[in-house]
T-cell receptor, first 110, second 113 residues
Framework: GIQVEQSPPDLILQEGANSTLRCNFSDSVNNLQWFHQNPWGQLINLFYIPSGTKQNGRLSATTVATERYSLLYISSSQTTDSGVYFCAVEQNSGNTPLVFGKGTRLSVIA | KAGVTQTPRYLIKTRGQQVTLSCSPISGHRSVSWYQQTPGQGLQFLFEYFSETQRNKGNFPGRFSGRQFSNSRSEMNVSTLELGDSALYLC????????????FGSGTRLTVV
């Protein structure tokens, strides 16, 4: 099946710093989503981005489908950005709706 | 509009018991999928339902089962609970596969003692 790799696994930032999270996937996909898991466990959808670039406030994401990777940018990080960020992909022919990476655990320190 | 609703939020059960978890998708969404999250295995796919039909099933033992009702609400059942079933169970709702994206509920945290 498709493999999804996220890097780095852990990231510690000072408040106000910028960061880039990466997601590599091993096959073509119809869907790619970035999620933020809050401390209570809920997966909050950040971006639905199978290709191209999107921005939402301090967050932006870019997916280069032909090269099979996606990047999530967090600018001017805040302590509330802490948590785990997951990349998940969906293949049209796959048996699994979403295949998740192992996540990047972000800690933003004041 | 209301999001994806999962009940209960927390559950403590004893080994050998069975449990039923519920998921109500966003109004109009016909696809519901379930995932198990554990620290060791990450997020793993359990089932996918679309219009009351199970479309796919993940690699879990037969103790895990599910169903979807005509109003798109879904339930999953785990029988003969084991300690290793302790996990966060997440439900996702979508209009359909691909091109639409998935919205997740808050999850049910199951602890088996």
């Amino acid at each position: 099946g498709i493999q999804v790799e996220q890097s780095p696994p852990d990231l510690i930032l000072q408040e106000g710093a910028n960061s880039t999270l990466r997601c590599n996937f091993s096959d073509s996909v119809n869907n790619l989503q970035w999620f933020h898991q809050n401390p209570w466990g809920q997966l909050i959808n950040l971006f639905y981005i199978p290709s191209g670039t999107k921005q939402n406030g301090r967050l932006s994401a870019t997916t280069v489908a032909t090269e099979r990777y996606s990047l999530l940018y967090i600018s001017s990080s805040q302590t509330t950005d802490s948590g785990v960020y997951f990349c998940a992909v969906e293949q049209n022919s796959g048996n699994t709706p979403l295949v998740f990476g192992k996540g990047t655990r972000l800690s933003v320190i004041a | 509009k209301a999001g994806v609703t999962q009940t209960p939020r927390y559950l403590i059960k004893t080994r050998g018991q069975q449990v039923t978890l519920s998921c109500s998708p966003i109004s109009g969404h016909r696809s519901v999928s379930w995932y198990q999250q554990t620290p060791g295995q990450g997020l793993q796919f359990l089932f996918e339902y679309f219009s009351e039909t199970q479309r796919n099933k993940g690699n879990f033992p037969g103790r895990f089962s599910g169903r979807q009702f005509s109003n798109s609400r879904s339930e999953m059942n785990v029988s003969t609970l084991e300690l290793g079933d302790s996990a966060l169970y997440l439900c996702a709702s979508s209009l359909d596969r691909a091109f639409w994206g998935y919205t997740f509920g808050s999850g049910t945290r199951l602890t088996v003692v």
